[in-house]
Structure formats: structure tokens, C-alpha cells
């Protein structure tokens, strides 16, 4: 369990980040907003470009066309009142943590996380598997789409667990302090977790409540070949990311900070990219997606959770909502 009210401390006390500001602020734009109250958690884009947004608080999951700015509900899982992470598996066939997660309280329950599959275009939703072993299922990123394996991260407990999403099968792969929520203030440690393209893979990740970003190689089974490296630290309380499609940054969000960063893999320089402590822009930011049509491949859209677990100004929440840059020339 923890409470959201400490992330309000926790944005004043990481206020000022250690970043470069960007010289050209990208063009944002809303492309749908909800009622206030609600919490957009993550994302995941389909190829035809059509967004799957899955919401904590409810167990809704969205569907959000990004060029008419219409959204239309999905799915509501039965069972769990919270959806979190998501990543696509194939064509169209997503696969989703979800859990009991109450906003009201700002508390999880332990054991009672799962994950589930969502069909893009029958919008039938499957549990897969109960893991009644994690604290918070959060990230969740695939691993190997033939074999039917994602990654995903338990921020409570700082382990990355293999699921099947065939079987059901799990399994602890990485345990590393890293991972591990801090000693003290909220029991997040290791969010947002994403796989590098390509054969030698890297496992990127973020440490909420360590502030940072970082990486582990991993082999074909999800296991670590290498230590676990941050990349970038001190640079606020770190969500869910997207990796840049050429494969060299992280557009990563720092929910206490309502901002928008771009993490370099190779040197780990985090540039503030938009969003302030004390910006509406994108209140409490939650995750980041890429699109994926030709219309939008330089696109980066950013969930939000309208500050509700840090106000700006100690005052200020809004309904949860997307909001697109365009990062072209970024
Ligand atoms: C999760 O919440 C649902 C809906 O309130 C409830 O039926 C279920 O028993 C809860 N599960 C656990 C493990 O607490
Ligand atoms: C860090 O790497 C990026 C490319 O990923 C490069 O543009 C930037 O100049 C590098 N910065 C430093 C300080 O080396
Ligand atoms: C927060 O306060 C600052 C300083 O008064 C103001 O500029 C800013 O617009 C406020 N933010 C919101 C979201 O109200």
C-alpha cells in the first residue's frame, strides 16, 4: 500500500531537474479528454493507429482515434479495478496487466494482479493468469511475440517476471536492487519497462521512486546477461516511456513534474522536452506511445493522470486526457 499524497512532497523536493531545456518547444495538441477523476495509466498503438488506452481507478480500457479525436470504451475488465500496463504481442492481440488499485485511497492490494489479453478487433478481453505472488504489476513489454512471452514489472516487490501469455506460465527472471522500491516514501521502485529492437536486447527501465532511468541486457529467455545500469538519474518521478523508433532515446514522463523528457541511451543526457511542476500541459503524465501510421510516425502521445496524485499548485486537477506532440526534428 502507499499513499498518493507523498508524490506531492516528492515533486517539490525533485522541482528542479537536472536537464537541458529545449530550445523549440514541439507543437502539442489534446486529442481527447475525460472526466475529472480518471486516470489514463498507459498506452499502446495499433497499426491501423488507433490508440489503446488502459485506465487505473476503473478497469476500463479505450479505444482513442488520434485524427477525429473521438474515443469509444472498449473493454471493462470484471474482477479488477485498475488496468495498467500494455504492449501488443501480435498483430492487434495486446496484452495487459491489471489489478486492484483504488484511487480514492491511493492503495493497492497486494495479490491481486493478473494479466489478460485484449483482442483489438473482437474487443474480447482473457484472463490469462493470476500471479497472486506480485505486490504491482506496472510495465509490460514483449519479449518474444512467437513464443508468446511478455516482461513484466512488479514496482512493489523490483523483480521483472516472464509471463506466457500461451500457458500462463510465470516466472521471476531479474530480482535486482535496482528494481527495488526506496526505503522510504512511496513503495514504487521499477515503472515503465521496454525492450530494445533487434538480437542483442537491452530491457529499459525506470525507477519511480528512485528518480531514474536504466538498463539491463537481456537474453532471448528475458534473463540478464549483464548488470543493471542506470543511464540517467535525478531526473523525477519516472512513469512509463517510449522508445524512439531509429532505437536512440527514451521519450520518458515524470508523473510528479507534469514533464515530458528525451533520454539519450548512449550518454543518458535527459532533455525537458515540455511540461512544467506547475504546468496544465500534461498533468501528471503518465506513459508515451509513438504512432505508428505515416501521418503520425512523429508523433509522441503522452497520457496523463490530471495531477490527481500531486495537484499542481497544491490545487489544480483535471480530467485524465492525451496529448500529441510532434517531435519531428527533436
Ligand atoms: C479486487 O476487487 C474486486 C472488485 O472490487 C473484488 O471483487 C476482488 O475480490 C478484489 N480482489 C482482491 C484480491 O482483493
Ligand atoms: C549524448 O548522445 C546524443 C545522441 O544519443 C548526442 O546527440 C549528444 O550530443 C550526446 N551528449 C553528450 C554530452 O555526449
Ligand atoms: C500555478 O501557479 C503558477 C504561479 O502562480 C501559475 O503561473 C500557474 O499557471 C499555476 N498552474 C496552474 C495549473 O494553475
Known amino acids: 500500500m502507499f499513499v498518493f499524497r507523498a508524490l506531492v512532497s516528492l515533486s517539490l523536493l525533485l522541482g528542479t531537474t537536472h536537464a537541458a ?23 499502446a498503438v495499433r497499426s491501423n493507429g488507433q490508440l489503446i488506452v488502459t485506465m487505473l481507478g476503473n478497469a476500463e480500457i479505450w479505444a482513442v ?37 483504488t484511487l480514492a485511497t491511493g492503495t493497492t492490494v497486494p495479490g491481486s494482479y493478473s494479466i489478460w489479453t485484449l483482442n483489438a478487433r473482437s474487443k474480447v478481453v482473457k484472463k490469462i493468469v493470476d500471479v497472486p505472488g506480485a505486490a504491482m504489476l506496472n510495465g509490460l513489454t514483449t519479449l518474444d511475440a512467437i513464443k508468446g512471452d511478455v516482461l513484466v514489472s512488479d514496482s512493489g516487490l523490483g523483480t521483472v517476471i516472464r509471463v506466457n501469455a500461451h500457458t500462463g506460465a510465470t516466472k521471476v527472471v531479474i530480482s535486482d536492487p535496482a528494481f527495488a522500491p526506496p526505503a522510504k516514501g512511496i513503495q514504487i521502485g521499477i515503472n515503465g519497462i521496454r525492450l530494445s529492437k533487434g538480437p542483442k536486447k537491452t530491457l529499459y527501465f525506470n525507477s519511480f ?19 543493471v545500469k542506470f543511464i540517467a538519474q535525478n531526473v523525477g518521478s519516472l ?7 531509429c532505437g536512440s532515446y527514451a521519450w520518458d514522463v515524470a508523473n510528479g513534474q507534469n514533464e515530458l523528457f528525451k533520454i539519450s541511451l548512449k550518454n543518458g543526457t535527459a532533455t525537458l522536452i515540455a511540461g512544467a511542476l506547475d504546468s496544465a500541459l500534461i498533468p501528471g503524465a503518465t506513459s508515451a506511445a509513438f504512432g505508428r501510421t505515416s501521418k503520425d510516425k512523429n508523433v509522441v502521445y503522452v497520457t496523463t493522470s490530471g495531477a490527481l496524485a500531486a495537484p499542481i499548485n497544491g490545487t489544480y486537477v483535471e480530467g485524465a486526457k492525451i496529448v500529441a506532440f510532434n517531435v519531428r526534428g527533436l
Open 21 to 43: 531545456a529545449v530550445s523549440k518547444a514541439p507543437r502539442a495538441r489534446t486529442v481527447v479528454q475525460w472526466d475529472v477523476g480518471t486516470w489514463a495509466e498507459n498506452i
Open 239 to 245: 512513469d512509463d516511456f517510449a522508445l524512439s523508433p
Open 65 to 101: 482515434d488520434p485524427a477525429k479525436s473521438t474515443k469509444s470504451l472498449v473493454a471493462t475488465l470484471p474482477g479488477v479495478t485498475g488496468v495498467g500496463g500494455i504492449d501488443e504481442l501480435t498483430p492487434d492481440i495486446f496484452v495487459i496487466a491489471a489489478g486492484n488499485f
Open 209 to 227: 521512486g528512485g528518480s531514474s532511468f536504466g538498463g539491463v541486457p537481456v537474453a532471448a529467455d528475458g534473463t540478464p546477461t549483464g548488470p
